[in-house]
């Protein structure tokens, strides 16, 4: 019995206070359960894209002091909507000289390898498609897939900017991965598995049983892992393949309507991959503070499906956080040129993360957990963590006052809007 | 459930092997070679042998095969020209191939020796990432680590054959 059936009858045990086992049409029920979570996996994919397309477009308006979509229904809510069907009615073009085959097969390979990764995040204390034991490796393993994809695109569309931009994209994963799989290591190493749900049943529901508070090695290792897989999901500042004033639009230049949004659900995916992979290995996935893996697993009936919901909620709180974090970072900070790019990661992040892998190891080899030394790092790294976030939340306080204090110089009047009250 | 994975991960092996070695473009090839990887990946797979699949695909697919269609795409891949018949050779690997296969399939069917059995139970952690290390990192270490001057020879090989216009070090 696999793990999907194995959830199917603790929800359908704890739910209808029934055995699936003994039901006639165990089977039926088991498919069809199944079903609508694998469906509910892939409409989140194709769901979360939207929304997060249009956030993304009204935080990049406000950065940019600029108004964003607000046409499509209430502040433009249903643009992506709007654009989805833009998209689905437009001509799918493929040039007459390119190479065909591969030019139709990368957008879905490409969405493939990142849809792949769904099926091992830990979304909640059950929630998981499949715990294998390879959980993290299958993750590197099936998003270093999509690489294939755009260089399929990039050298089928038979076009020398999408050429340029297929091999750029290849050159900075390739590169990146290195550091990104070096930090991830790190984690590995505390958690002595590689199962995904493993490395969050390491961790604890406290900011001080997170894995980015356990010492100073694994707080520069969240920034690492973070940087790296940002730059591996080709996002401002690290969005050379895609770099407008450069190559126009990179390996997806030659694609329209469909096939060209498949592309786009692929790197909105991606954002959620890094910020769902940087929560469960970082920042202690779905933990609840103070409840032990072992009592949810314990409890029936609706409180199941009750602690369930929260550890879900909590996980994807977390994930979403860093989702917007990333997006802030995009609209934020210049990009980096070429070279630049492969000074960063070959100069200084490979490097780092060799030395971080290090200094785990020999921590792990010097302190023992739960000891003296061990009680004082973690607290000495949950308020750095503390002192970080305060020091942003200062810094955001001072610049709304200022900007506010800014229009009210130059217009005379209040007209300026808070982050939450958009025109 | 394991034989349906078997024909399924044989099949694209084979369809991705042939096409490979019959397309002109290097690009295509590199591609159908990356399939036939994932092939061999879901073999891997069917024989309990998670972290084998996993390597398989991040290794050979995700970063082997990019490298290559990187270089190819860098050096300006050739596209073979449509040729009136197939070079000569063709012919006697092409009959040779088969007969190796039926060589082998009637080789382990010899008579009174019967078929190689399945072993029913797999040892405790077979396949698992553990007993993996403990076998590569441990028994087989220099075999391992002899390996890898195979791969220096190839990217030496790869160097030789791709800039035959340019000036090597060694020319």
Same mark, same amino acid.
């Given at each position: 019995?696999?793990?999907?059936?194995?959830?199917?009858?603790?929800?359908?045990?704890?739910?209808?206070?029934?055995?699936?086992?003994?039901?006639?049409?165990?089977?039926?029920?088991?498919?069809?359960?199944?079903?609508?979570?694998?469906?509910?996996?892939?409409?989140?994919?194709?769901?979360?894209?939207?929304?997060?397309?249009?956030?993304?477009?009204?935080?990049?308006?406000?950065?940019?002091?600029?108004?964003?979509?607000?046409?499509?229904?209430?502040?433009?809510?249903?643009?992506?909507?709007?654009?989805?069907?833009?998209?689905?009615?437009?001509?799918?073009?493929?040039?007459?000289?390119?190479?065909?085959?591969?030019?139709?097969?990368?957008?879905?390979?490409?969405?493939?390898?990142?849809?792949?990764?769904?099926?091992?995040?830990?979304?909640?204390?059950?929630?998981?498609?499949?715990?294998?034991?390879?959980?993290?490796?299958?993750?590197?393993?099936?998003?270093?897939?999509? /690489?294939?994809?755009?260089?399929?695109?990039?050298?089928?569309?038979?076009?020398?900017? #999408?050429?340029?931009?297929?091999?750029?994209?290849?050159?900075?994963?390739?590169?990146?991965?290195?550091?990104?799989?070096?930090?991830?290591?790190?984690?590995?190493?505390?958690?002595?598995?590689?199962?995904?749900?493993?490395?969050?049943?390491?961790?604890?529901?406290?900011?001080?049983?997170?894995?980015?508070?356990?010492?100073?090695? !694994?707080?520069?290792?969240?920034?690492?892992?973070?940087?790296?897989?940002? #730059?591996?999901?080709?996002?401002?500042?690290?969005?050379?393949?895609?770099?407008?004033?450069?190559?126009?639009?990179?390996?997806?230049?030659?694609?329209?309507?469909?096939?060209?949004?498949?592309?786009?659900?692929?790197?909105?995916?991606?954002?959620?991959?890094?910020?769902?992979?940087?929560?469960?290995?970082?920042?202690?996935?779905?933990?609840?503070?103070?409840?032990?893996?072992?009592?949810?697993?314990?409890?029936?009936?609706?409180?199941?499906?009750?602690?369930?919901?929260?550890?879900?909620?909590?996980?994807?709180?977390? #994930?979403?956080?860093?989702?917007?974090?990333?997006?802030?970072?995009?609209?934020?900070?210049?990009?980096?040129?070429?070279?630049?790019?492969?000074?960063?990661?070959?100069?200084?992040?490979?490097?780092?993360? !060799?030395?971080?892998?290090?200094? /785990?190891?020999?921590?792990?080899?010097?302190?023992?957990?739960?000891?003296?030394?061990?009680?004082?790092?973690?607290?000495?790294?949950?308020?750095?963590?503390?002192?970080?976030?305060?020091?942003?939340?200062?810094?955001?306080?001072?610049?709304?006052?200022?900007?506010?204090?800014?229009?009210?110089?130059?217009?005379?009047?209040?007209?300026?809007?808070?982050?939450?009250?958009?025109? | 459930?394991?034989?349906?994975?078997?024909?399924?991960?044989?099949?694209?092996?084979?369809?991705?092997?042939?096409?490979?070695?019959?397309?002109?473009?290097?690009?295509?090839?590199?591609?159908?070679?990356?399939?036939?990887?994932?092939?061999? #990946?879901?073999?891997?797979?069917?024989?309990?042998?998670?972290?084998?699949?996993?390597?398989?695909?991040?290794?050979?697919?995700?970063?082997?095969?990019?490298?290559?269609?990187?270089?190819?795409?860098?050096?300006?891949?050739?596209? !073979?020209?449509?040729?009136?018949?197939?070079?000569?050779?063709?012919?006697?690997?092409?009959?040779? /191939?088969?007969?190796?296969?039926?060589? /082998?399939?009637?080789?382990?069917?010899?008579?009174?020796?019967?078929?190689?059995?399945?072993?029913?139970?797999?040892?405790?952690?077979?396949?698992?990432?553990?007993?993996?290390?403990?076998?590569?990192?441990?028994?087989?270490?220099?075999?391992?680590?002899?390996?890898?001057?195979?791969?220096?020879?190839?990217?030496?090989?790869?160097?030789?054959?791709?800039?035959?216009?340019?000036?090597?070090?060694?020319?």
């Amino acid at each position: 019995m696999n793990i999907i059936q194995h959830v199917a009858n603790l929800l359908i045990r704890s739910v209808f206070h029934a055995d699936p086992a003994s039901w006639p049409w165990t089977w039926l029920v088991q498919a069809v359960v199944i079903g609508i979570a694998a469906f509910l996996a892939f409409a989140f994919v194709a769901i979360f894209a939207g929304p997060v397309s249009w956030i993304e477009r009204r935080i990049a308006g406000r950065i940019q002091s600029r108004i964003g979509p607000n046409r499509v229904g209430p502040q433009g809510v249903l643009q992506w909507l709007a654009d989805g069907v833009k998209c689905w009615l437009k001509e799918d073009l493929v040039p007459a000289a390119a190479d065909r085959p591969l030019f139709l097969a990368a957008p879905y390979l490409v969405f493939t390898g990142m849809f792949g990764a769904f099926v091992v995040l830990p979304f909640g204390a059950q929630v998981v498609a499949a715990d294998l034991n390879v959980g993290i490796l299958y993750l590197l393993a099936i998003t270093s897939l999509v /690489v294939v994809g755009l260089l399929m695109a990039g050298w089928g569309s038979n076009s020398k900017w #999408a050429l340029f931009g297929g091999v750029r994209s290849a050159a900075q994963l390739v590169s990146y991965e290195v550091p990104s799989a070096f930090s991830l290591l790190c984690v590995v190493l505390l958690a002595g598995t590689l199962s995904t749900q493993g490395i969050v049943a390491a961790q604890g529901g406290w900011p001080w049983d997170w894995f980015i508070f356990r010492n100073p090695f !694994m707080f520069a290792a969240f920034f690492l892992y973070f940087t790296a897989a940002i #730059a591996e999901g080709n996002r401002t500042p690290f969005d050379l393949p895609e770099a407008e004033s450069e190559i126009v639009a990179g390996y997806n230049i030659e694609y329209s309507g469909m096939r060209f949004l498949f592309f786009l659900f692929a790197e909105w995916a991606n954002i959620w991959i890094m910020a769902a992979i940087s929560a469960f290995a970082f920042l202690g996935g779905w933990q609840i503070p103070g409840i032990a893996p072992e009592q949810i697993a314990a409890t029936k009936g609706w409180e199941f499906v009750g602690w369930q919901a929260l550890s879900w909620t909590i996980f994807l709180v977390k #994930a979403t956080f860093l989702v917007f974090v990333v997006i802030q970072i995009r609209w934020t900070l210049p990009r980096l040129r070429v070279d630049q790019l492969m000074i960063t990661c070959w100069k200084y992040l490979v490097p780092l993360s !060799m030395l971080m892998v290090l200094g /785990v190891l020999v921590l792990l080899a010097l302190v023992p957990e739960g000891g003296g030394a061990d009680t004082i790092l973690r607290g000495a790294m949950v308020g750095l963590g503390l002192a970080v976030v305060l020091v942003s939340a200062l810094r955001v306080r001072r610049t709304f006052r200022v900007d506010r204090e800014h229009y009210r110089e130059m217009e005379g009047r209040d007209l300026w809007y808070p982050p939450y009250r958009l025109p | 459930m394991e034989g349906f994975l078997f024909y399924l991960g044989g099949a694209m092996m084979l369809l991705g092997g042939v096409a490979m070695v019959a397309s002109r473009s290097a690009v295509s090839a590199a591609c159908w070679l990356v399939l036939s990887f994932l092939g061999s #990946a879901a073999l891997f797979a069917a024989l309990q042998a998670p972290f084998l699949a996993v390597l398989q695909i991040l290794v050979y697919a995700g970063a082997i095969m990019v490298l290559f269609l990187f270089v190819i795409m860098m050096l300006e891949g050739p596209v !073979m020209p449509a040729e009136a018949g197939r070079p000569k050779f063709w012919i006697p690997a092409g009959a040779l /191939v088969p007969a190796a296969i039926i060589l /082998v399939a009637t080789a382990r069917w010899v008579p009174g020796a019967g078929l190689p059995g399945f072993p029913g139970d797999l040892p405790p952690g077979f396949g698992q990432p553990v007993r993996v290390a403990q076998l590569l990192l441990g028994e087989y270490l220099l075999a391992f680590e002899l390996i890898s001057i195979v791969l220096v020879v190839a990217i030496i090989g790869a160097l030789a054959l791709g800039s035959n216009e340019r000036t090597l070090p060694w020319k």
